[in-house]
């Protein structure tokens, strides 16, 4: 085989692709990412801000159950532990940021800390506070940061209903950088439903 057959044999067997067809699916690729990675951000901000009315609709539901089976309202969250898991971040993420709850391991309040009645969400992102007043149960999440809405929720054993809203927090609780700026006391802006 001399040098002449080789040419030969390289132009007319060309097997792959050339720097053109490389280019362009570079390109497409790219334009694929730039639409989808903005939509997935998205969602991953509206399961976070949502994370509290999870959390409230799960124990409220929880606390119906709990009932039923004992006859009397949780007081805490070992009491309420008893009938569904109670997990909790042990830091809050307006504290020591959003990424926080995801290095430190989860609590487990049943063990941690049982007779608490007020706790941090999983995520950090929402304190959930649970009262008892007139012999009816009240769950709130009250949100760390400023575009979640704050969820209430109210069980009362006497008729068996269950009621649940949400509620924009007040704008002026918020600092510059989006943070709740007033102490987890101050929760008047989510405000105990009626039931």
Not at 97 to 123: H, R
Not at 154 to 169: A, D, L, M, R, S
């Amino acid at each position: 085989m001399n040098a002449k057959s080789v040419k030969k044999y390289l132009i007319n067997n060309q097997n792959g692709f050339t720097l053109i067809e490389l280019i362009i699916v570079l390109i497409i690729i790219g334009i694929l990412s730039a639409i989808s990675i903005p939509s997935f951000l998205d969602l991953i901000f509206k399961a976070s801000s949502i994370e509290g009315s999870i959390q409230v609709n799960n124990f409220i539901k929880a606390a119906q159950a709990c009932y039923l089976e004992t006859g009397s309202l949780p007081r805490n969250a070992g009491e309420l532990s008893n009938c569904t898991p109670v997990p909790a971040c042990q830091w809050a993420a307006h504290l020591k940021g959003k990424e926080i709850c995801k290095t430190w391991p989860q609590l487990d309040l049943a063990v941690a800390n049982p007779s608490t009645s007020q706790w941090n969400s999983p995520l950090g992102l929402f304190n959930i506070w649970m009262t008892k007043s007139n012999n009816r149960l009240h769950i709130r999440s009250i949100p760390y940061f400023e575009g979640s809405a704050g969820t209430s929720a109210c069980f009362n054993p006497e008729n068996g209903n269950t009621y649940i809203g949400t509620f924009e927090p007040r704008a002026s609780y918020y600092k510059a950088d989006k943070k709740r700026s007033v102490g987890i006391n101050t929760n008047d802006d989510i405000p105990e439903i009626r039931c």
